[in-house]
């Protein structure tokens, strides 16, 4: 007799007859971690604005709220200053009829451009990048102001 559920992390389930999807970690920790939201690496790539695989998912939490403990699947968790936390936060379909909360394509480029040093400044600017050229500088202007430490300026978009 086959199992008829999967467990996707500790405490985390899935039906075993769900279809297959390429995003089956970021449901299970975020159904670990239910006020986190996806960033860092993982939100660049989600919305395709850089090539690189996360070897992690990477979330935020609210800065002074609980870190969550997950050892399975790999996780980078940082965490962001409740005052900005909530901006650009949209629902991402990880599987089908699941959403996942992620930052926008806006909000992930100026959360890799402040984050370079720990992220790489090569993932930054091809997010950067790939997003001007998509966009223009749609959306990056409203987030760079909320975060004083990067502002959008010429000098700083790559060619």
Sequence with gaps: M???????????????DAPETAHADLPAVCG???????CGESAPALHELIDDIP??????VPRGTRRPTISYPPTVMAQYAAKTFDLGIERFEATPRETIPMYNAARSVVDAMRHRSRLGETLALSA???HLRRNGRGGLANYSTSHTSWTLSPSSAPP
């Excluded at 086959?2 to 075993?16: C, K, N, P």
């Excluded at 670990?32 to 996806?38: G, H, I, L, S």
């Excluded at 070897?55 to 935020?60: F, G, L, M, R, S």
């Design 55 to 60: 070897a992690a998912v990477h979330i935020a």
């Design 32 to 38: 670990r971690a239910p006020r986190a939201v996806v």
């Design 128 to 130: 950067l990048g790939r």
């Design 2 to 16: 086959e199992a008829e559920i999967d467990e996707l992390s500790r405490g985390v389930y899935r039906r075993a």
